[in-house]
């Protein structure tokens, strides 16, 4: 059924096998138009199919986003959150301001209604952050970081330690692009041990360290 084809489909892409859990995710889909799903049903089914899916679905998906009625629940937004992140760099200015424009919108609306969850609000504020970069808008990118460290630190026992790290880099690269040093090195202190308990030497988010470190360096 459509809950045994989701459990699978979640476990193939865990694996790395794309190209079965789409298939297999296919065939949730196709029970779930024999059934009423829940909005949560609706949701996981498209947050597992965004992990799997060619660039026009990509595409798609991502048109939902400028529908408000399209992301009325928390997973909805957290998942359109993501599939925007992963796309943002194919996009032109235009649409990447009309998307954060919406998502920081539907943020607003269900944190008010109070019918966002705690990791979706995290995930959404930290896909925004990247969204906001990409157009150099340092200062909203910032914004939106901390909150999401607002929202990790708030809740530890939900966010792991290499998590609120990896969300302070990102408050690090965004106050670094706003010329905000200290504010930039602050979060480099914050980030710095637990990154490198995580990554070896010469791994990608060390070398992204290293950089930001020696920007700030010039900056005293």
Excluded at 19 to 30: G, K
Excluded at 31 to 37: C, H, N, S, V
Aim: net charge negative; proline share 3%.
């Amino acid at each position: 059924g459509f809950s045994a084809s989701l459990s699978l489909g979640s476990g193939l892409i865990n694996l790395g096998e794309d190209a079965l859990a789409r298939q297999v995710l296919e065939q949730a889909a196709r029970f779930g138009q024999r059934t009423d799903l829940t909005d949560t049903e609706r949701c996981t089914l498209q947050r597992l199919q965004s992990n799997v899916v060619t660039d026009s679905e990509r595409q798609a998906l991502l048109d939902n986003l400028l529908q408000p009625a399209s992301h009325a629940s928390s997973a909805c937004l957290s998942a359109l959150a993501t599939v925007a992140d992963e796309l943002k760099r194919s996009l032109d200015r235009a649409t990447l301001a009309q998307v954060s424009t919406a998502l920081a919108a539907a943020l607003r609306q269900l944190d008010a209604e109070g019918a966002l969850s705690t990791a979706d609000a995290e995930n959404s504020f930290r896909h925004l952050a990247r969204l906001y970069l990409v157009q150099d808008r340092s200062r909203a990118a910032l914004q939106s970081a901390k909150k999401a460290q607002e929202i990790a630190r708030s809740h530890p026992a939900e966010f792991s330690p290499i998590r609120l790290a990896e969300t302070r880099m990102l408050i690090a690269e965004a106050a670094c692009a706003s010329a905000q040093w200290q504010h930039c090195k602050d979060a480099l202190d914050l980030a710095a041990p637990v990154i490198a308990r995580h990554y070896a030497p010469g791994t990608t988010p060390q070398a992204d360290l290293q950089k930001l470190r020696d920007t700030v360096d010039l900056h005293p």
